[in-house]
């Protein structure tokens, strides 16, 4: 890890900026110096998923120095860090895939803990938000099916019906993040309560305990070839699932109000992570390039080679700025108002990290596309980002719509 600072164009408070060197000495100390050993855990484990054993010793220490829940913006269970604040932790995180995970701060229990967090009453914080925050257990988020474009939510088939102080819910999901975890107690399950409603007024969201009667695990989904443990993720299937009445998040047809609250911050959690992750595939080119010779000279002297290198600290940069811009105006207007900067840095960052990593790929040469190095795996995460939380296309479409929308057409000369 190198020295570089990220200097932030906003103010951040003293207590944010102490919280950032420490999470990054605990990452340079810690965790890197841990990966071969997640690894070879991984490998002679029970199932790919199972959680390893130093990966439990490192959450158990960062619990202990304070690094703990640092993306919940409020003091009681979380750090009190705003967006902007919590962006340069996560980039940090980001440099190793599994490392959010330490700090209690991994998709998509982030996600759930702020929709419980936000959104849950009193009996549901207790029985889910509670052991979540502690990281006693964790969660999956179904809204994914595989017979309907989810892009579009509205497609969304499973079903969500009342039966007197129950609820029954029956349909199939797929990539399901964490939901191959052992350790994965509860899905928050997007369905339709009330197809006859208003297109947006259909969808409700509902907590569906995974040992239930009637949820299933069909089978696991690899990722371009990765089994992406410990997490993994899932096609399951809800048969007949019954769930009480008090299990519905805010109330029926609220589906769509508490996806717009949930997404908004964990988008910014994701791009700064790939920041991260693009930061130290710029390094690994870097070393690379100084490191090896081509031709009578070493790479670092080649010209296309220091273009590349270029290029990539250049679009780093960029990013991190539009992301900041979108974090500070989650914070100060709501992630409403920050809507087109939302979409903007969905589809910015993660096509950022896989240019950025395919060119270190490419400097790398054959050594790049085995396991010996992160960047296959780190490409694969980035091209996987252009996809979840909604595809390259839809978050165009809303920056070209926002853009458009913007001022009333001129009127033409007379």
Request: proline share 6%.
């Amino acid at each position: 890890m190198n020295n570089r600072t990220v200097v932030s164009m906003y103010p951040v408070s003293d207590r944010a900026a102490d919280l950032h060197g420490r999470v990054r000495s605990f990452m340079r100390e810690r965790i890197l110096p841990n990966e071969e050993v997640f690894h070879r855990q991984i490998e002679v484990g029970p199932t790919p998923w199972t959680t390893p054993p130093v990966l439990d010793a490192l959450k158990h220490d960062a619990r202990a120095e304070g690094l703990w829940n640092l993306f919940l913006p409020d003091l009681e269970g979380g750090a009190g860090l705003t967006n902007l604040e919590y962006a340069s932790l996560a980039e940090e995180m980001g440099r190793v895939f599994w490392a959010s995970e330490v700090f209690n701060c991994n998709a998509p229990d982030t996600g759930n803990m702020e929709v419980l967090h936000r959104y849950g009453d009193a009996a549901q914080k207790e029985q889910w938000l509670k052991p979540l925050l502690a990281g006693d257990i964790r969660s999956c988020f179904a809204m994914t099916e595989p017979a309907v474009a989810s892009s579009d939510a509205t497609n969304i088939e499973t079903s969500i019906r009342g039966d007197g102080d129950f609820y029954v819910v029956n349909g199939r999901k797929w990539w399901i993040t964490g939901a191959m975890n052992p350790r994965c107690r509860v899905a928050i399950v997007m369905g339709k309560s009330d197809p006859g409603a208003a297109r947006h007024s259909q969808q409700s969201m509902i907590l569906v305990p995974m040992d239930a009667p009637g949820v299933r695990i069909v089978r696991p989904l690899r990722t371009l070839g990765f089994d992406e443990p410990p997490h993994g993720h899932a096609e399951l299937v809800f048969e007949n699932v019954r769930v009480p009445r008090s299990n519905m998040i805010l109330g029926e047809g609220r589906g769509f109000e508490i996806a717009q609250g949930r997404l908004g911050p964990g988008r910014i959690h994701h791009c700064m992570r790939l920041i991260g992750l693009a930061e130290r595939a710029l390094e690994a080119m870097c070393e690379r390039a100084k490191a090896r010779e081509a031709f009578g000279r070493r790479l670092a002297e080649q010209g296309s080679v220091r273009e590349n290198i270029a290029l990539s600290r250049i679009e780093i940069d960029q990013v991190r700025l539009l992301v900041m811009k979108a974090a500070h105006m989650i914070d100060i207007q709501g992630a409403k108002a920050a809507r087109t900067e939302i979409a903007m840095i969905k589809v910015a960052a993660p096509r950022m990290a896989q240019a950025v990593i395919d060119r270190a790929i490419q400097v790398h040469g054959g050594a790049g596309l085995s396991d010996d190095f992160f960047l296959g795996y780190a490409f694969t995460g980035a091209r996987i980002l252009r996809i979840a939380d909604g595809p390259d296309e839809v978050h165009l479409e809303t920056v070209a719509r926002l853009e458009l929308g913007r001022s009333e057409p001129s009127k033409a000369p007379s």
